[in-house]
């Protein structure tokens, strides 16, 4: 199947410091892809959806000022927390639509981000 | 709420015994279904998928799932689970291009 990656695996920041995830296809062109927020024995939560070339579509409740998203090739999208607080430390994983997968709209997942804020 | 509802959080199973997941949604209209698996540590893998034709889909693994769409269901299953099987398992739905999760099933198998 498609591979995606996420860049990196865990990161601890201090509070107010900005921390950018990147998100790669590996062996597809994505023109959409997806991040989502796990928190521990929890759903997957949808943030917003990344859109190469245009803006990010973001998901109610979802402040788009803190979690800014940039989508600017087609194998590469990148969230970047602002000014990041405690409340912010969670899973986050990103996922691509894998084109060749026609009407199924199938997407595969990357492994994950750690983001611990101190 | 438009919601996809998972009912069994956590299930605990010896090796060999059978197993089913259920997974209800409440979205009308066109769907497709997914469910995936978190094996821990790991990142979310397609299990298995429907979006038309036969109901009964089969995937990797072993497992399948069956698609009564009267029911508005998509249960898991897999006759005789193994000691590997031991993950998190997350239905889901694509309702306008989004992937909607249900609340995941933690399954423990016992050797």
């Known amino acids: 199947g498609a591979v995606v990656s996420q860049h990196p695996s865990r990161v601890i920041c201090k509070s107010g410091t900005s921390v950018k995830i990147e998100c790669r296809s590996l062996d597809f062109q994505a023109t959409t892809m997806f991040w989502y927020r796990q928190f521990p024995k929890k759903s997957l939560m949808l943030m917003a959806t990344s859109n190469e070339g245009s803006k990010a579509t973001y998901e109610q409740g979802v402040e788009k000022d803190k979690f800014l998203i940039n989508h600017a090739s087609l194998t590469l999208s990148t969230l970047t927390v602002t000014s990041a607080h405690p409340e912010d430390s969670s899973f986050y994983i990103c996922s691509a639509r894998d084109p060749a997968s026609g009407n199924t709209d199938t997407q595969y997942f990357g492994p994950g981000t750690r983001l611990t804020v101190l | 709420a438009q919601s996809v509802s998972q009912h069994n959080h956590h299930v605990i199973l010896s090796e060999a015994a059978s197993l089913e997941l259920g997974c209800n949604y409440s979205y009308g209209g066109t769907v497709n279904l997914f469910w995936y698996v978190q094996y821990p540590g790991q990142h979310l893998q397609l299990l298995l998928k429907?979006?038309?034709?036969?109901?009964l889909v089969k995937g990797i693994k072993g497992f399948e799932a069956e698609f009564i769409k009267s029911k508005f269901s998509f249960n898991l299953r897999k006759p005789s689970v193994q000691w590997s099987d031991t993950a998190e398992y997350f239905c889901a739905v694509n309702k306008g291009g989004k992937l909607i999760f249900g609340q995941g099933t933690t399954l423990q198998v016992k050797p």
């Open positions: 429907y979006f038309s034709g036969d109901p």
